[in-house]
């Protein structure tokens, strides 16, 4: 799927994706959306790429690729801080990483990028859609994927299915250098993340300030595993509040 020319330490170059299929970001409707497609609000920028070497320093030491990113409750702007970090990670030298919608739900991920309908891990799972043709570049140096528009209503039992467990480790081992992070649907609004939580490394919390209460923060941490919680991502930008 992504062809490297050489992946040595001292003539490392970016991946070439020749069976990825390429999309457009709509510059204007991720700005709007505040994803951070250029470098243009440095607080913004600056606050990520502290993120990112915190994420990079706690998981390289544990040998950790996998990243589930969700939140306590609806609107807390996991999404957001799940396309923002990767775009954040790409930028960082030799590294490369890949962005699922795992919110089978409400996938969103390509409506914020302002990119068109796409096949994604709904037609994977229930059209038996090759891994290749759901996979997207969009245009960004080191980042690849999976974006897709379709809703699935019995997404908890996809989602704790050996199939997902095989696309995980797909994810994961087929390049060492790469980073899969997923976005979750709310951890006290659905199963889904709960039936997905062993698939994966580690575990990003999202809370939103001013708005998470203290009560919901302990349950969406007395749902992940000890040894899976990452940390909490204090989030400052709202996002819609729609229910699942």
């Known amino acids: 799927m992504i062809t490297k020319e050489n992946t040595s330490t001292d003539t490392w170059q970016a991946p070439v994706y020749k069976q990825t299929r390429a999309v457009t970001i709509d510059t204007s409707v991720a700005k709007a959306n505040h994803c951070l497609v250029t470098t243009e609000n440095k607080e913004a920028v600056a606050g990520m790429e502290v993120l990112r070497s915190h994420l990079l320093n706690h998981t390289r030491t544990n040998g950790w690729r996998t990243v589930m990113i969700t939140s306590a409750q609806p609107g807390e702007g996991k999404t957001l801080t799940a396309i923002n970090l990767a775009l954040t990670m790409a930028r960082e030298y030799q590294q490369t990483v890949v962005l699922v919608d795992a919110d089978l739900r409400k996938p969103s991920v390509a409506q914020y990028l302002g990119i068109g309908p796409q096949p994604g891990l709904a037609d994977y799972f229930l059209g038996d859609t090759p891994l290749q043709d759901i996979m997207l570049w969009p245009g960004v140096e080191k ?16 989602m704790g299915s050996p199939k997902m467990k095989e696309l995980v480790l797909e994810l994961k081992d087929r390049y060492q250098d790469r980073y899969a992070l997923f976005d979750l649907p709310p951890l006290l609004a659905l199963a889904d993340p709960i039936s997905f939580i062993d698939h994966v490394d580690c575990v990003l919390l999202v809370v939103e300030a001013g708005q998470t209460s203290s009560r919901d923060i302990k349950k969406a941490q007395s749902l ?3 040894d899976k919680l990452l940390g909490l991502v204090l989030n400052r930008d709202t996002a819609p509040r729609q229910p699942y």
Do not use: F
Request: aromatic residues 0%; without cysteine; glycine residues 6%.
């Open 224 to 226: 992940i595993p000890d």
């Open 143 to 158: 980042l690849t994927m999976i974006a897709g528009d379709k809703a699935v209503p019995n997404a908890a039992e996809i």
